[in-house]
C-alpha cells in the first residue's frame, strides 16, 4: 500500500478506525488511541505491531466523503454505519452513503465506486462486496483520490489505507474465553 500524501489522511483514519470498532464518543484533548497493524505476513503467528493515534479534534476542513457498502441488512454493518456517522458528525466531515443490496451485487458496486470518483468527493471509503472484482477501477481512481478500504479485505493495488480487523484474532479471542 502506499502512503497518503493528503494532509486529511488523519481524519480519514479516525473515521475508518472508528468503523472497526472504536465507540464515538467525545475525545479529551490529546486521547491516544492504541491500534495494531496489520501482519505483516499471513501467518497469523506474527505480532501485529502496536501504534498510538492521536485522533483529530476536527477536521481542517469540511471534507467530503463517498462511502460504499455492501449491504445495510444486518447489526455488523448498522454498526460500521453508527460509527461512520457518529464521527463524520464529530469532525465535521460530510459523506454520501451508498451500499450495493448485497454481496453478489459486484456490478451495483462497481457502478457506484464509479459515481463517486465521478462525484467530486474528496475520498472513497469502501466496503468491498468483491476481494479483487473492483481492483481495476480502485487503480484508476486511485490516481485521483485516495481509496481506504473499511472491514473487508481487498487487493492492497490502488488501494491508500485499510482499516480492519483480524478475523483470526477476533475468533482466537472467543476460543481462548471458552476454553
Not at 464515538?24 to 501485529?48: S, Y
Not at 461512520?84 to 443490496?101: D, S
Not at 479485505?153 to 483470526?168: C, E, F, M
Amino acid at each position: 500500500m502506499r502512503a497518503c500524501p493528503y494532509s486529511f489522511a488523519s481524519a480519514l483514519l479516525a473515521t475508518c478506525a472508528l468503523a472497526a470498532g472504536l465507540a464515538a464518543t467525545a475525545l479529551a484533548e490529546g486521547e491516544v488511541w492504541q491500534l495494531e497493524t496489520p501482519h505483516a505476513t499471513t501467518d497469523a503467528a506474527t505480532a501485529p505491531q502496536r501504534l498510538d493515534y492521536v485522533p483529530l479534534q476536527r477536521a481542517t476542513r469540511p471534507w467530503q466523503l463517498c462511502i460504499l457498502y455492501p449491504h445495510l441488512k444486518d447489526a455488523y454493518w448498522l454498526s460500521v454505519n453508527y460509527g461512520m456517522v457518529e464521527e463524520a458528525r464529530r469532525l465535521g466531515v460530510g459523506f454520501t452513503l451508498l451500499e450495493a443490496g448485497g454481496y453478489p451485487n459486484l456490478q451495483r458496486q462497481r457502478d457506484q465506486l464509479s459515481s463517486c470518483a465521478a462525484s467530486g468527493a474528496d475520498a472513497v471509503i469502501l466496503g468491498t462486496v468483491s476481494y479483487d472484482g473492483l481492483t481495476d477501477l480502485v487503480v484508476e481512481i486511485a490516481e485521483r483520490m485516495p481509496v481506504i478500504a473499511a472491514v473487508n479485505d481487498i487487493d492492497d493495488r490502488g488501494i491508500t489505507a485499510k482499516a480492519a480487523v483480524s478475523w483470526v484474532e477476533t475468533g482466537a479471542v472467543a476460543g481462548r474465553f471458552l476454553a
